[in-house]
């Protein structure tokens, strides 16, 4: 069955430098791939969305990319500030249509 | 417009008590997830729902839950005679269609069984 696999270990950045996260699967290529942020306390918030015959998304600050050879989607936030800091997670589609298969998240902190 | 709502959003429950958790879906949207979460854990999927039908329950487990979206009113997720392992956070979300449509989130019900 499909896996994903995000870095469990927290990312510390420096502001102004670009933080970069990784999502890998281990299975099929998804049609698809969403991000979202989650804030301690509260739901996810989709960010972006990229679809596999798209290499790259872009979103202001952010960028997806999507490498099906690899199984991997990097999401890059450039200029990163402190309040960039939370936990991003990475979801694809499931072999159903609407169930979507989650990453635990890496946690990102953006140190001024 | 407002997004996904969910109450309660602190849930206290003594070990064999019954917990419900609502859910109002945003405006326009008819479809409806359901979402548990365990610290430092991924979002694990329990059922999908739409309009008075559950399209797909297989991430729930068979005993003790159920949920319902009726026609008129929210989504509940119902856990019966809770047990500590019951304590989690789970979430909500909605969307207007499913084939990669985005899902939005609510704020989550923290449920906590003593």
């Known amino acids: 069955s499909q896996k994903i696999e995000q870095n469990s270990e927290a990312l510390n950045i420096q502001e102004g430098k670009t933080a970069t996260l990784t999502c890998n699967y281990t299975?099929?290529?998804?049609?698809?791939l969403q991000w979202y942020r989650q804030d301690p306390g509260r739901g996810p918030v989709f960010l972006l969305l990229?679809?596999?015959n798209e290499k790259e998304k872009r979103k202001e600050r952010l960028k997806v990319t999507f490498d099906t050879t690899l199984k991997q989607s990097l999401f890059h936030i450039t200029a990163s500030q402190p309040a960039d800091s939370a936990t991003y997670l990475c979801?694809?589609?499931?072999?159903?249509?609407?169930?979507?298969?989650w990453g635990a998240g890496t946690k990102l902190i953006i140190k001024p | 417009n407002a997004g996904v709502m969910q109450n309660p959003r602190h849930l206290v429950r003594r070990r064999g008590q019954e917990a419900r958790l609502r859910c109002s879906p945003m405006?326009?949207?008819?479809?409806v997830y359901w979402y548990r979460q365990l610290p430092e854990e991924g979002l694990k999927f329990m059922v999908y729902l739409q309009k008075e039908n559950i399209i797909d329950e297989s991430g729930m487990p068979k005993e003790r839950f159920s949920a319902e979206f009726p026609k008129e009113g929210p989504s509940i997720l119902r856990i019966q005679q809770v047990v500590r392992g019951d304590s989690a956070a789970y979430f909500c979300?909605?969307?207007?269609?499913?084939?990669?449509?985005?899902?939005?989130f609510g704020p989550g019900t923290r449920l906590t069984v003593l």
């Open positions: 299975n099929y290529s998804p049609a698809y």
């Open positions: 979300a909605s969307s207007r269609g499913i084939n990669t449509d985005t899902q939005y």
């Open positions: 990229i679809r596999e």
């Open positions: 405006k326009g949207h008819s479809h």
């Open positions: 979801a694809l589609e499931a072999d159903s249509n609407y169930q979507l298969i």
